[in-house]
């Protein structure tokens, strides 16, 4: 792609922050607490805002219920058009009840599937409320112990919930999708109810057209080759959407592109070729991440731009040469071609984006001169500060 096609994808990409990334959060140790925390979710998304205000391409933040619970979702949403974006994906709950303790929807016990069932299907009128065309569905399902629990009637147990939101959500929009979220391990530690992409996309098939396929790249064994999951949803029009974040170990929720920046662009690489890089390819751009250390509302502009470097350089790619080279058999030119791409220094059109998009070429510098970090200090006291939980 020449420069200025690269340059105007740019300006049009979207990236969705998450609520939950503006709140106080920590590991099992210890929460580091921050001045000037939000406490509440009008608060949360004010926060998102100035990420969108300064980066020009995080439009929408993602919300989490209970924790962004309010009396008034019509009232929430009109106070982020207010702000300047929208309310983006809904995400339910069904982890931090004692009642889950065995699972939410593959629990044993029917009454808690019906408790948690009846929490996805209030998402979906949520999602409504606010105008949210994504029910993104995360289960901490499973067991630690062979035995402890039959695999396979949790996978009906599953089947079922999910059959039964899906009808709900299908019901209510025609534009909604659900996006079906998959982790390896974490919190269970034998077996995982929804492990993989394989299982997720099993269950979405079975739902229909409206159920797909969410990669969160945290939530995979080391040395997974995330790109090619990437390819296959896409091939199958199954890819519904990401939740970025980077890791060392674990499910780590560290700055997208902060570990590894050429995983990063190795599976932008393989959405800009599928050309699902901007919203009408139906793939959501979502960050899932806590900034435990760093200040929140930098951490996710600093985000926002890695994912903007990595799709940059994933445009570049010179995509006819690298076909010359595909079909003549030469391995060292085309992977030449793309590394060439990876290696181009791209920040300088990246300012150019910026400044034709009328915004400031640094968004970090941009947003420490606006004052705002220095305002939330002065003007959040009393209350209590939002954390991981609340
Ligand atoms: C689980 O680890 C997860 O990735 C899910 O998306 C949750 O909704 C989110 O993290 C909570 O932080
Ligand atoms: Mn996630």
Redesign the pocket.
């Known amino acids: 792609m020449q420069p200025d096609e690269v340059r105007s994808v740019l300006a049009k990409q979207h990236i969705e922050t998450p609520s939950?990334a503006y709140g106080n959060s920590g590991t099992r140790f210890k929460v580091f607490a921050q001045q000037g925390i939000p406490r509440d979710a009008f608060e949360k998304i004010s926060d998102a805002a100035q990420v969108h205000r300064y980066t020009g391409v995080a439009p929408s933040v993602a919300i989490?219920i209970p924790w962004d619970q309010v009396d008034d979702f019509a009232k929430l949403a009109q106070h982020a058009a207010d702000e300047g974006v929208s309310i983006g994906a809904v995400?339910p709950n069904t982890f931090q009840e004692d009642d889950y303790r065995l699972g939410s929807v593959c629990n044993p016990d029917p009454r808690i599937r019906r408790k948690a069932i009846d929490h996805l299907i209030e998402c979906v009128q949520i999602a409504g409320e606010v105008g949210s065309k994504h029910l993104s569905l995360?289960f901490a399902d499973g067991t630690n112990y062979p035995g402890q629990d039959s695999i396979r009637d949790r996978q009906d147990r599953l089947g079922e919930a999910l059959k039964e939101t899906y009808e709900a959500m299908t019901a209510a929009s025609a534009e909604m999708t659900m996006l079906v979220?998959y982790?390896f391990f974490e919190p269970a530690f034998y077996h995982t109810d929804l492990p993989d992409w394989g299982t997720s996309l099993l269950h979405c098939l079975h739902l229909g057209p409206q159920a797909k396929v969410l990669v969160?790249t945290g939530?995979h064994a080391p040395g997974t080759n995330i790109e090619m999951i990437v390819a296959t949803l896409l091939r199958e029009g199954r890819l519904g959407g990401f939740?970025f974040n980077s890791r060392f170990y674990a499910?780590d929720d560290l700055i997208v592109g902060a570990a590894d920046p050429f995983g990063l662009f190795r599976i932008m690489f393989e959405v800009a070729q599928a050309g699902a890089v901007l919203p009408d390819g139906g793939v959501a751009f979502m960050l899932?991440q806590?900034h435990n250390l760093e200040a929140k509302i930098p951490a996710e502009i600093r985000s926002v731009m890695n994912v903007q470097e990595a799709t940059a350089k994933a445009l570049l790619v010179d995509a006819e040469a690298l076909a010359q080279a595909r079909s003549a058999g030469d391995v060292l030119a085309a992977n030449a071609i793309v590394m060439d791409a990876y290696n181009t220094d791209v920040r300088p059109l990246l300012a150019q984006v910026r400044e034709e998009m009328g915004l400031a070429a640094d968004p970090l510098a941009a947003y420490a001169a606006s004052g705002y970090a220095e305002k939330i200090v002065t003007e959040r006291v009393g209350g209590s500060a939002a954390g991981?939980g609340a």
């Open positions: 939950w989490h995400n995360w979220e982790k969160d939530h939740h499910d899932d806590c991981w």
